[in-house]
């Protein structure tokens, strides 16, 4: 099925260093969301942007609703060890459907 | 405030066996309902969603099958399972009233 490209695949990053994502589309959304994973365990909702140039932010997270509305970019600062853990973009809100088109994940392993 | 329940946690079933995993949803009414699987390390590929009772849309054609017998139900089947079923099987909700989705903490499936 279609997936949305997601970069960097995988990073390591030092404990509190700033962590940068972004999402990519060909295709326009009016929604964004953005989840984290943890290992067995189902992914965990962690911000939803609505308009396009949007800037949410819920804690050390901040994501952005790109101006194209193709692409989304979600930041965390000042990493922590608890911060390791996948995280996906997701599109959804087109007309017509109800379906979510997933990323493929950055996973994010952070040196304490 | 709303809850999702899925179950069993993990399962281990013999290929050519059936299978069915059940998803409930607490605290809302008339969710769209989604089934996701997700193979070990990968992204999440839709398989199911429900706007309703009885309404189905599949977008993998496979030996899988979904029903929603009551309005917070959503219950995946299979009557011969594959190895290629194993999987880490994911349910997800939402309300009409945004796009958030939200989703439940899985089912581990093995095929042997």
């Known amino acids: 099925g279609q997936q949305l490209n997601q970069s960097p695949q995988s990073m390591f990053i030092q404990e509190g260093e700033d962590v940068s994502m972004n999402c990519t589309s060909s295709?326009?959304?009016?929604?964004w969301l953005w989840y984290k994973q943890e290992p067995g365990e189902g992914p965990v909702l962690l911000i939803a942007?609505?308009?396009?140039?949007e800037l949410t932010s819920n804690g050390r997270l901040t994501a952005q609703f790109g101006i194209t509305r193709k692409d989304s970019f979600l930041n965390i600062s000042a990493s922590i060890p608890s911060d390791v853990g996948i995280y996906f973009c997701?599109?959804?809100?087109?007309?017509?459907?109800?379906?979510?088109?997933f990323g493929t994940g950055t996973r994010l392993k952070v040196l304490a | 405030s709303q809850t999702i329940h899925q179950w069993p946690a993990t399962l281990v079933q013999p290929v050519g066996s059936p299978l069915s995993l059940e998803c409930t949803v607490e605290?809302?009414?008339?969710?769209?309902l989604y089934w996701y699987r997700q193979a070990a390390g990968r992204g999440l590929q839709l398989l199911f969603y429900?706007?309703?009772?009885?309404?189905i849309s599949s977008e993998v054609p496979q030996n899988l099958s979904a029903s929603r017998p009551q309005d917070r139900q959503f219950i995946l089947s299979s009557k011969k399972l594959l190895l290629s079923d194993s999987g880490f099987y994911l349910c997800?909700?939402?309300?009409?009233?945004?796009?958030?989705?939200?989703f439940g903490p899985g089912t581990r499936l093995t095929v042997t």
């Open positions: 997800a909700w939402r309300t009409g009233l945004n796009y958030e989705q939200y």
């Open positions: 295709s326009i959304f009016n929604t």
């Open positions: 942007l609505y308009k396009a140039g």
């Open positions: 997701a599109g959804g809100g087109r007309r017509g459907t109800y379906k979510y088109i």
């Open positions: 605290g809302t009414s008339n969710p769209n």
């Open positions: 429900s706007v309703g009772i009885g309404q």
